[in-house]
């Protein structure tokens, strides 16, 4: 019986408590009321002017009101973007590209006044139509792009844009018979003269006669880098004055062309084509980074054109003006490479192999033979020309140069004075 009492007693103290927490109103009348004034009436006034005194503390200290208010508008600004779906974009804030129109336009405006177009006009010889008793010369025309390099008339371009001297067994391309440029904003034709061209490099220079000019300024182009803004500017497809935009995409990119030269460039992603060959690359500044000289095509092939480095075409420049050719230092040998494979098909190492020595050359002073196989040169490993060659271009006329050769199976150190390369 006390068990059931106390058990009766912990079930009726239990539900009570659930009662109370959800029907208070099973007390008297009085005692509800009393409660409720004191449970919620007053804490709830309480909380009110508690938190009247707090803000108002708080904004009479100018330091904590600036605080809440900067916090207030950066969480405004923080809210996200919403789709049309009503699904968060993810993106913090919209992307100006006001910025980005602004650099292209001052970078174009800088630089076009610098930029020309050129003209070449040259005569084509056809065999084939003189083989049928038909008149075979004929006059056609190329055009490309230049940069003024001095305000009295100097201006840099490709030697393939002025150099249009070819012949196959068809036909025969002649030098060119005249060369006219435009300048920016002015429809006549100057015509120019050729002051100096370089094929190893791919660079001339023309000359034509007028002052005033706006020179190009240059930038150092060893330091640009993979990312930065590029803009090409020339005459692509006769159409002067064009601009076209992207990034550097790569640096000291090595590119032999179809005719076997290797050259180190800038790579772009900026659209360069037909005509804009000598014009310029320049960096979000208007300053010239490079020269446009080639770029690859094909069906698959997009947004892949290069730049001749700038840094590397002022000594040119400088030597085409003064000389009307670049002075290089001259071994006077022809040589082959030789792999791994047909070094040992001949019985021979790898390394340049020596086909002829030129006649009073620096190298049959030295005592280079045919028949020996250049492996060093100034102690570094040599195993093509283009080893050589940069090597050699790295010296003066009248520097000497260490040059290690396998004669006969024995090794041989020599020592080459550079002459000037006829």
């Known amino acids: 019986m006390d068990e059931m009492k106390n058990q009766n007693k912990a079930e009726n103290k239990s539900n009570f408590t659930t009662v109370v927490g959800a029907n208070p109103y ?3 009348k009085e005692k509800t009321k009393t409660g409720f004034g004191k449970s919620v009436l007053l804490p709830f006034f309480s909380g009110i002017v508690g938190c009247a005194v ?8 100018p330091s904590i009101r ?8 950066s969480s405004t600004s923080g809210i996200s973007n919403t789709s049309s779906s009503g699904e968060s974009s993810g993106y913090v804030s919209q992307i100006s590209l006001s910025n980005y129109s602004d650099t ?9 006044p610098s930029i020309v177009g050129i003209k070449v006009e040259y005569t084509v010889n056809n065999s084939m139509l003189q083989m049928f008793g038909q008149s075979s010369t004929s006059t056609a025309t190329a055009s490309g792009s230049g940069i003024i390099i001095s305000d009295d008339g100097y201006i840099l371009t490709n030697n393939h844009v002025i150099s249009s001297t070819s012949e196959d067994s068809f036909y025969q391309i002649s030098e060119a018979n005249k060369i006219t440029v435009t300048l920016f904003n002015d429809s006549t034709e100057y015509e120019a003269k050729i002051v100096g061209k370089d094929e190893e490099t791919d660079l001339a220079v023309i000359k034509i006669d007028k002052t005033g000019l706006v020179k190009a ?3 150092d182009s060893d330091s640009i880098k993979v990312g930065e803004f590029a803009m090409a500017v020339g005459n692509p497809m006769g159409m002067q004055s064009s601009v076209t935009t992207g990034i550097i995409s790569a640096v000291n990119r090595e590119i032999t ?3 076997g030269k290797t050259y180190t460039l800038i790579q772009t992603d900026a659209a360069i084509n037909s005509g804009n060959s000598g014009g310029a690359l320049v960096n979000s500044e208007g300053n010239v980074i490079g020269i446009n000289t080639l770029k690859l095509t094909g069906n698959s092939v997009e947004g892949i054109g290069f730049a001749i480095p700038i840094n590397s075409t002022t000594d040119i420049t400088s030597q085409l003006i003064e000389y009307s050719k670049v002075k290089r230092p001259y071994i006077g040998i022809t040589g082959i490479d030789l792999d791994e494979q047909t070094a040992k098909t001949y019985n021979l190492v790898v390394g340049v192999y020596v086909k002829s020595v030129e006649d009073f050359s620096s190298a049959e002073k030295a005592g280079i033979k045919p028949g020996d196989v250049i492996i060093e040169a100034d102690g570094t490993k040599i195993t093509t020309m283009d080893d050589l060659t940069k090597i050699k271009n790295s010296h003066k006329i009248g520097d000497e140069m260490k040059i290690k050769v396998n004669r006969d199976g024995q090794e041989r150190e020599l020592t080459v004075t550079l002459g000037e390369q006829p």
Do not use: M, P, W
């Open 104 to 112: 292209a336009v001052y970078a174009a405006n800088k630089i076009l």
């Open 26 to 28: 099973n007390s008297k």
């Open 257 to 259: 062309d179809t005719d």
């Open 66 to 73: 600036e605080n809440l208010l900067n916090s207030s508008s």
């Open 54 to 61: 707090v803000v108002g503390t708080c904004f009479g200290v």
């Open 217 to 219: 300024e240059f930038a």
